[in-house]
C-alpha cells in the first residue's frame, strides 16, 4: 500500500514556474515508477512524465517536453515536477500516481495508487 500527497500547486502567471512534490508513504517507494497526469476541467486526466524507480529514466508528453522535468528521491520517498515557461493550457489538476508494473506507461488504468491532486492554474 503506498499513499500519494501532492503539494506545491497554485497560481503564476504565464512564463513562470512552479515545482510540485509528491511525498509517499511506505517503505517500498523506491519500487515503483512515478507519473504525473493531470486533468483539466471537461477534459479526461492525462499523461504528463514518468520515472523509472532509480531516475534514470524519464518519460514526457510531447505537450511538455523541454519545459518540465521529473525527478525523485528515494531516501525522501518524494517525487518532483519542475515546471518552466507555463502556460494557460497547463491549467489543471495535477496527480502523482505509482506504477508497480515498471513498464513508465502513460496509460493511466496502469498505475496503482493515486493522490488527491494539486491545482495548477496559469494566468495571463
Known amino acids: 500500500q503506498v499513499q500519494l500527497v501532492e503539494s506545491g500547486g497554485g497560481l503564476v502567471q504565464v512564463g513562470g514556474s512552479l515545482r510540485l512534490s509528491c511525498a509517499a508513504s511506505g517503505r517500498t517507494f523506491s519500487r515503483y515508477v512515478m507519473g504525473w497526469f493531470r486533468q483539466a476541467p471537461g477534459k479526461e486526466r492525462e499523461f504528463v512524465a514518468a520515472i523509472s524507480w532509480n531516475g534514470g529514466a524519464t518519460r514526457y508528453a510531447d505537450s511538455v517536453k523541454g519545459r518540465f522535468t521529473i525527478s525523485r528521491d528515494n531516501a525522501k520517498n518524494t517525487v518532483y515536477l519542475q515546471m518552466n515557461s507555463l502556460k494557460p493550457e497547463d491549467t489543471a489538476v495535477y496527480y502523482c500516481?505509482?506504477?508497480?508494473?515498471?513498464?513508465?506507461?502513460?496509460?493511466?488504468?496502469?498505475?496503482?495508487?493515486w493522490g488527491q491532486g494539486t491545482q495548477v492554474t496559469v494566468s495571463l
Open positions: 500516481a505509482a506504477e508497480s508494473g515498471r513498464t513508465m506507461t502513460t496509460q493511466r488504468g496502469e498505475y496503482d495508487y
